[in-house]
């Protein structure tokens, strides 16, 4: 799986020990070192993924990762930073990073992470066309089957397309939200633990806390909810986790 990778880091030695490593497994690597530069290499390159250390002159990470959200840019970040607060950690995620190291890190983990994020991205456009995986049938040749399609209510799930509507209306999320609601909508009604749903999110990592699946609840019950505060899809399970629910069942459920 080779990719067009933006390094933004400002000590060259770690950015060339970064860059070697990416090289060596077949991706095509810019090295930039502030992130003014960053910015402009992203809109220029459109790259798979970005590498971004959070100290930078010029703009730093955080200042990046929360412009190229706003601008709607859905390219993967993984940030680096000398930093180990949970706070700073949180607020990278919480800003639309994808992953997050702490210096110092294994290369060796450094590319395994670069892999697992650039899998869970790899979607259209490629170069070879939708139509080459199957023939469109003449009902719809735009959505998946419906056994392959994941709903709760409203709220539909494509795991295949990597799509999420509510009520018909489409839904952008981060690889992260897209993962967490995608294993709680293939089995509503179950409670799951922080634990398992950061298992979802990136398997056994010593650097990110449970509290990192709480940031990526609140966001999407920003996008899912019509009132997140007073949430009637995504609830809260005190002192357990989180469940997903049709809320006109919960309705009828409390009218009975």
Not at 16 to 45: F, I, K, M, N, S
Not at 105 to 123: G, K, W, Y
């Amino acid at each position: 799986m080779c990719a067009n990778i933006v390094v933004a880091e400002d000590d060259a030695k770690q950015a060339e020990l970064v860059r070697r490593y990416l090289e060596h497994e077949g991706h095509a690597v810019t090295v930039v070192e502030d992130g003014r530069t960053a910015l402009e290499t992203v809109r220029h390159q459109e790259p798979d993924l970005v590498v971004l250390d959070v100290m930078m002159p010029g703009a730093d990470g955080l200042d990046v990762v929360r412009i190229l959200r706003a601008e709607r840019r859905e390219v993967p970040v993984l940030m680096l930073t000398a930093r180990s607060t949970e706070d700073d950690l949180l607020l990278g995620l919480d800003l639309g990073a994808d992953d997050y190291m702490t210096k110092p890190f294994s290369p060796r983990e450094l590319t395994a992470r670069v892999r697992t994020l650039l899998r869970r991205n790899r979607r259209g456009p490629d170069p070879a066309p939708a139509t080459v995986l199957a023939p469109a049938p003449a009902s719809g040749p735009e959505e998946a089957p419906d056994d392959e399609v994941l709903t709760v209510g409203v709220l539909r799930v494509d795991p295949s397309r990597h799509e999420v509507t509510v009520a018909g209306a489409p839904v952008e999320c981060t690889p992260g939200e897209f993962r967490l609601l995608a294993a709680m909508a293939a089995e509503p009604g179950r409670v799951f633990t922080r634990a398992r749903l950061l298992d979802e999110l990136h398997g056994f990592d010593k650097y990110i806390s449970g509290r990192t699946v709480d940031v990526h609840v609140m966001n999407l019950r920003k996008k899912i909810e019509r009132v997140p505060r007073r949430p009637a899809r995504l609830i809260t399970v005190f002192g357990v986790g989180y469940k997903l629910m049709d809320p006109a069942k919960n309705v009828r459920h409390a009218s009975s």
